[in-house]
């Protein structure tokens, strides 16, 4: 029942957004509502523009693309997903995470893009005893280099273990005995907390 959507009202059907993306993040909350532990929502892109789908690996129209077809579903949606886990009493104990696995680089391509950027990105962390309003860190005026507070992938998942209760400092042995560690390194960025 939970992947039903039919249970909702229109009204918040509309308020998600009823675009792929819209409706997988309020199949999440649904998910959660019922007791599911941890859910993945992936941005999925179908719709293009010219040959290539718009997704956001924007190596060309970065400006239009995200202006046009990935910032106004991107805010209408985790706002929606915020505001509706809050009523419902759910944000407090659920995390919610927007980030891909790097930035878009600060110079502009010769086809108005931004190409990969792996030295500089964004992170949303919400819910679960998040500081909310909260903004760590700066980056330098073009978004080349952190400046001030800067934060190691590491730290990221450390932060997100802490707030899920996993320890990071427990080991698992696969298959064959080998030792895999949950975390090699990091610690929780505590001011987010």
Known sequence: RAFDLEDERPALRDRYGRHLFGECALTARRLVERGTRFVTVYWESFDKVGADPVAWDTHENHFNICKDHRLPPLDQTYSALCEDLQA??????????????????????????RDHWSFCYSVLLAGAGIKRGYVHGKSDKTG????????????????????????TDEVFHNATGQPIPVLTRGTPVMELI
Do not use: C, F, W
């Not at 800067?150 to 707030?163: G, K």
């Open 144 to 167: 080349s280099q952190p400046l001030e507070d800067p934060v190691h992938p590491s730290e990221i998942l450390a932060t997100i273990y802490h707030q899920l209760g996993v320890p």
């Open 88 to 113: 419902r009493g759910l944000l407090d104990e659920t995390l919610v995470i927007v980030m891909g696995e790097m930035g878009r680089s600060p110079k502009v391509n010769s086809r108005a893009g």
